[in-house]
Every structure is written in C-alpha cells, then in structure tokens.
C-alpha cells in the first residue's frame, strides 16, 4: 500500500554476449519491462531499441553484438518516502495515492476512529494539506489501467519516460500523466469527499503537487485551499482561487504565515499584514493561519515553536495590537465575500504541455505549469495592464464554458479575453471552443507561438485540425486573433489594445495590486500596495454613473473620495498609499453624504517636538526610566535581551492654537526604514520595512485608548482626545521575543532526538541577536487641515 514509482535500472552488455541477468526485484517491486538499446542516453528509436521478453527465468536472451549495449530494466517499485514528521507511534510509509484500498483502510482504521470522538457533532470540514508524496509517479495496476483510459499498451513505449523516442515522445508522456491525474482524482480525491459528505462534514483540500491532480480536480472537494504569498507570479494560491471562481465557491481559504519571517518569533504583526494582504490580491477571503504551536506552562516564555518558523501565539510581546490586526483581516474577509470575482482575463493553462515535460520521478502538473507560466511572463503583464484574471483548463471550458456576447462564461464568470501562455498542445475540443469564442468577439491572444498539437499519441491523426484552426485564428490579413512575441511586453501592448483596463494607474505602478468584486448594487476595489514605499498616482476605473468612497477597514469607517469623470465616463481617483497600506475604494449609486466642510485654518501651528523627556517603566516594574531622548532598549545592558512591554508616559501642555476649529491632530512616530529585498531570499515572507516603532504600540492619551501603532503610517488621529491644558499621554510599547532568545542558551534537543530521532530541524536559531526595541522617534504632535 505505500506509494508507487516507476524504477529504472541499466546494466552493461559486453561485446558478443548473448544473455543479460536482470537486476533482483527489491521489497515490495515488480520487474515489468525490459528494453535492449545501444545505450541508456537516448534517443530510443525503433531502429536502436528493441523490448526483451520476459520469462522469469534469471538469465534473458539478447542478440550478440560487435559493440557494446545496455539493458534497461524497468520495475514497479515504491518511493520508500515515510511520513515526514511522524507523531510518535505514526511513523510508516507514504500510502499509493493511486490505489484505492490503502485509502479505504486508511479511513477505516485512523478516519473512522477520529470521527468517533466528535459523537453527534462533526467537525465543519475534515482537511487534506498539500499533495506531497514525492516522486510517486506508477502504482501496480498501472498499465491495465493506461490500456483502458487511453487505447493501446503503454509498456513498448516505456523507454519514453526516462529518454527520447522521437516525435511521440511527449504524447507518450502526456497520456501517462493524464491517466496519473484521473487515478488520483477517481481512487483518492473523489473518495475521500464522499467519506467526508457520508460523515456529515466537508473536504477541505489543498489540491496541488504530486499526485499530478489538475486545477479542475478541485470539483471534487467543498472548500478548495491554496498556499503562496506572490501575487504577481504562479502560485498554488492562484490556482485554488481560479477554481473557486470556476465553481462558483463563495469562500476560498489559503495556508497563510507558513515561514513568515523566520526564525520563529521573528514575525512582526506587520509582516502578517503583508502576507496576509498578497493572499486578499490573489482572491483569497479565509486565512488558515500557521501557526499556533502549543506551549505548556512549565515550558516558560516565549514557549515551544513550530518548526517552520511562524509562532504566532500570545507569547509573542506585541500580541497587544493583534485585535486591530484581527478585526482588519475580519472586515478585509467579509468585503472579499460579497458579490463575485470581476476578471476579464481567462489564462489557459498548457497542461497538455506540462504533462508532456514530464518525466519517471518528475510528475507534478502544479510545480511544472508554475515552471511554464512564470517563464512566459504573462501574469506581470496582464496585471501592469490593469487587468486581473484566473486560470482555466480543458475541463472547465469542455464541460463547464458557455459562448455568449463575446465572453467565455464560467459559472456566472465572464472572461473577455483569454492567453495562450506559449501553447503548443492542446486538445481539439478545447480548441474548437476557443475559436467559437472569437468568432464571437472574444479575444484570444497567443504568446510565443501558435497551438500546433493535440496532446496524446492516439489523437495525432488531429493535427491537420488542430493546425488549420491556427491558421485561421493567427495567420493572414483576416486573422482573428493576436500571436505576441514572449517576454517582451507584447501582451501588456494587446491588452490595451483589445481592451479598456479595469484600473489604470498613472504613471504605472507595479506595486499596487488590486481586487474587483461585482455586487450588483456596488462595484468593491481591494487596492494595497505591496512594496516598501509609498507609492502616489492616479487610477481611473471603468465604472460608469457610480460615485466612490473609501472604506476603512482597520477603523470600519467611510469617506468620500474626491473623484474626477473622464470624457469616457469612467472615474479617475487619486491614490496615495503608504509601504504596505491597503483600502477599499466602494462604488455605488447613493451619493455620499458630504459634511459641511470647516472653516479652512488661517496658518497651522508647527509640529511639536515630543522625542524627548519620557519616563519609562518596563514589565511589572514600577520604578520607571528616565529617557532623555529615544533610543532602543537594546543600548542598555540592563535591557538588552528584554522581551515584553514598556509603558511610555510623557505630559504634554497643549494650547488653543492646536484645538482650533478645522484643524486634525497626529501623534506621529516618524517614518519606516525600506530595506532591500535581495537581503535574504528563503521559503516565506516578510514586509521589507522597518518600524520606527519596534514592533508595536497601544496609544492612550488622557486615560482614554487612542488607537495602536504598527503599520504606515506611523501616527494616530488624537483630536477628540485632546483638551486644552497639560494632556497625559501613555505609549505601552511591545518589542519581539526573539531578544529573550537571543540572551538565553540554546535550546537541548539531545534528549528529545534519543528518544523520538531527529524528527525536525530548528529554523535559523543559531547566532541570534537582540533587535531594536522600543519608540525611536521621532515623535511629534503635528497639525494638519481636516479632510471633510
């Protein structure tokens, strides 16, 4: 039952030898095929490569030969792969994905047991994490299963899997990897929902690697997941959105914060917020936040951690602002939800292609479409255009995709436009589909070059078809469709040729990303900018008669936004956003109301210096320090690897001049330090800026909770809680636990490794040192004319 792979061996074949001995079988193999060739690199024509027969006897027959030669053997093996990370008692193999039964006796010993302890109240949704079974790539009913799937005996044309066997060798490749697909998706994927539905709870299913499921294998579970923070490049993310959109799944969930600025206790609540926002662009609307890692008491501060980095529990200092960071995702979640994704752009997916680059112990149409799409550079183009898109494959165009009005629809879906990232197989149905759609005033652009293929070895007799449609399309004064040369903009130039952008930044700005949902009462732009920099424009959004407001979601509050209606109709808004700042700009037909505007102010008073003259007390002490300017706690030996809180306290007189009518009043903390992002490149991610502010403030002025301090800007809007006189301000600031560990000895595993083995590896813990910590300043109290 453990998970299978296609092994090769070769042995030698000296001059004049008539017999070869195939290898013995090892555990749990099965010799299936042997081949004789000149040699084992290939290519495998017919003319050189000839099949030895089997006989089971310990010594096979081979015609002599003047030259050397070499037998391959071919075996139904086994990865060996074990169960990473084990919990004690759970160590085995990896279970063949391809095979029902290990399955079947998977729920039945472990599942059904699991489910036992809920009594009458499942769990909402049982889970299945990434597809991680490494290498496998057969199972042992394998070529019966090819036979009838696909038409004709797969074991002749082995030798095509490990080398080249001329013109069909990616056919070859590409029907074995389809059968792969769909034995995944019919003996393991499929089962496991009906199970889940039988027990009264849902699938949720991280559907990407290896078994080789494809983007539509995601019909067959509830609650489609992904996980990847980038959302300018392929991602198994954007690929779990894609479907949800296709299927019409209102909620889509991500893995978030897996190896978020590691080491552990490294992430800052700012790094969350810049992760958290790439996932929102890529159409994600539910977290899965990684991790929480259970911490008995007797095991101190900061606690245990998971090994792939993130800890992020309320061991962590600046667990005091995570309710603001909480209730922004909440809100940011809930917007996400409403309506339905507006994309224009369909990008097709070339599996056949990624099938046919497969090869024996490289089987994962996820890793290799990532491969393909990145490398044709489509995704920063179409975004840089002001387009947003989802992926589509065969599947869901053959099955699901109805022509209407020049659109391609996908379950309420409406793509105006669809990419051919450098296609060279596709199916002839769905192509077929794709020429119905431009006869009907789709736009279909091709990058690279023009489909010339179907994707299997029995569909060959199709090529004519397949080649005439191209013509058709592509080729001609009368072409109906675009083909741009790859990697040099040309789809970005289609693009706005063919069709006006949704959001149109100028001058471009590559860091804001955005999200369009359609309500049918209000059209939802999610806008953020992901770089390190504040980034100012102006966008203009192809909205007609609909009028903009700006809704906060970390304060839950709305304003207008001033706007300007172009020639077109379309509204053009001015976007000012800080280093990883994000809003939501609502556009609806009920016009906003306007407050009466405040008196303009005649002159603003000048900042107020306040960096100076604070009394400090850290943790439960009460004797509290005086800081004659602001500097970080890590500058006193006393502080240096503290891990906690300190209370900030500072009384400040203010004047009438600064209360006057007209006039907002900020507690400014200064600005961010942008830090290259070529200073580390590991699995994760982290916001490449650094606060001055380490790592996070509660503001109270005058006994009341004025807001908290962790993100761009750095300031608060203290107005209404000042009043004229002297004004008590208290600044509670929490830095990171990786200080503590920093000071402390390193953790002995030994003990732990005797008993269990090495079973994980602590992430980037060696060589640490205490950060900066603390309010750097400067702080000011600053005056500026109040938006109405």
């Not at 193999?29 to 042997?34: F, P, R």
């Not at 994704?341 to 070339?350: F, I, R």
């Not at 804001?512 to 203009?540: C, D, K, M, P, S």
């Amino acid at each position: 039952m453990a998970a299978g792979r296609l092994r090769f061996e070769r042995v030698e074949i000296l001059p004049g030898s008539r017999e070869v001995s195939p290898p013995p079988e090892k555990e749990g193999e099965k010799l299936i095929a042997a081949f004789l060739a000149k040699d084992d690199r290939g290519p495998f024509l017919p003319g050189n490569t000839r099949e030895i027969a089997l006989d089971g006897s310990r010594s096979l027959a081979v015609p002599a030969s003047s030259e050397p030669q070499v037998a391959l053997f071919f075996f139904s093996s086994r990865t060996g792969m074990l169960v990473k990370r084990a919990a004690a008692g759970a160590e085995g193999y990896v279970l063949d994905h391809y095979d029902r039964a290990p399955l079947d006796r998977y729920l039945a010993t472990v599942g059904e047991t699991l489910l036992k302890a809920f009594g009458p109240h499942p769990p909402y949704a049982i889970f299945c994490d990434s597809l991680e079974v490494f290498g496998s790539d057969w199972t042992g009913d394998l070529l019966a299963e090819f036979q009838a799937r696909r038409g004709y005996d797969l074991k002749p044309y082995l030798p095509a899997l490990i080398g080249d066997i001329g013109p069909n060798t990616g056919a070859v490749r590409n029907d074995w990897g389809l059968t792969l697909t769909e034995l995944a998706e019919e003996h393991f994927v499929a089962p496991l929902n009906q199970w889940a539905l039988r027990h009264g709870t849902r699938l949720r299913a991280q559907l990407y690697g290896t078994p080789p499921v494809a983007l539509s294998s995601y019909r067959l579970v509830d609650l489609p997941e992904g996980e990847g923070s980038f959302w300018n490049r392929f991602t198994p993310t954007r690929w779990a959105t894609s479907a949800a959109h296709l299927l019409g799944r209102p909620v889509v969930s991500a893995e978030t914060w897996t190896w978020l600025h590691s080491p552990a206790f490294r992430a800052t609540p700012l790094d969350m917020k810049a992760e958290a926002d790439q996932q929102f662009l890529q159409g994600v609307n539910q977290l899965v936040g990684h991790g929480w890692p259970y911490s008995p008491e007797i095991a101190g501060e900061p606690g245990w951690r998971f090994y792939a980095a993130g800890a992020l529990n309320q061991h962590n200092p600046w667990w005091i602002v995570m309710p603001d960071l909480a209730a922004y995702l909440q809100r940011v979640s809930f917007l996400l939800r409403q309506g339905r994704e507006a994309n224009d752009v369909a990008v097709y997916l070339p599996s056949s292609d990624a099938r046919a680059s497969f090869a024996a112990g490289r089987a994962a149409l996820s890793e290799a479409l990532q491969r393909m799409i990145d490398h044709s550079g489509v995704i920063p183009q179409i975004l840089g255009s002001g387009f947003n898109f989802d992926f589509v494959d065969d599947r869901f165009i053959q099955d699901s995709a109805r022509i209407a009005g020049g659109a391609l629809e996908i379950d309420g879906n409406r793509f105006t436009v669809v990419v051919l990232p450098s296609v060279e197989r596709v199916p002839l149905k769905t192509y077929r589909a794709l020429e119905s759609f431009v006869r009907a005033g789709g736009s279909l652009i091709a990058t690279g070059r023009e489909p010339a293929l179907p994707p299997g070895l029995e569909e060959q007799a199709e090529t004519a078809e397949v080649r005439a449609i191209s013509q058709r399309l592509f080729d001609g004064p009368a072409a109906h469709a675009l083909l741009v040369q790859e990697q040099e903009a040309g789809l970005a130039a289609a693009l706005g040729k063919l069709r006006n952008p949704d959001v149109l930044l100028s001058p471009a700005a590559p860091a804001i990303g955005f999200v369009h949902r359609t309500t049918g009462f209000a059209e939802v732009y999610f806008l953020v900018n992901t770089g390190n920099v504040a980034q100012h424009t102006l966008a203009t959004f192809r909205v007609r008669d609909l009028e903009p407001e700006w809704w906060d979601a970390f304060a839950g509050a709305t304003a207008p936004a001033p706007f300007q209606v172009r020639a077109n109709g379309a509204v053009t808004v001015a976007l000012d956003l800080q280093p990883y700042e994000s809003r939501f700009l609502v556009f609806s037909p009920v016009r906003s109301a306007r407050p009466p505007e405040p008196p303009a102010p005649s002159r603003l008073p000048d900042p107020l210096d306040l960096s100076a003259g604070w009394k400090v007390g850290f943790g439960d002490n009460t004797q509290a320090v005086e800081f004659p300017k602001l500097r970080s706690w890590t500058d006193d030996p006393q502080t240096r690897f503290y891990s906690g809180q300190a209370t900030y306290r500072k009384t400040v007189p203010v004047g009438p001049d600064l209360l006057r009518p007209g006039i907002s009043v900020y507690l400014d903390f200064g600005e961010g330090t942008p830090v290259s992002d070529d200073a580390r490149r590991r699995p994760g991610t982290r916001a490449w800026l650094e606060s001055p502010v380490r790592e996070a403030a509660v503001v109270s002025v005058n006994g009341q909770r004025a807001g908290s301090v962790w993100r761009p800007p750095y300031r608060i809007d203290v107005t209404r809680f000042l009043r004229p006189g002297d004004n008590h301000l208290e600044v509670v600031v929490a830095n990171l636990a990786i200080n503590k560990l920093a000071g402390s000895p390193p953790l002995d595993y030994s003990a732990l490794i005797r008993k269990y083995g090495r079973r994980f590896d602590a992430q980037d813990m060696s060589g640490l040192q205490p950060l900066p910590s603390g309010l750097l300043g400067p702080v000011r109290l600053i005056a500026e004319a109040a938006i109405p």
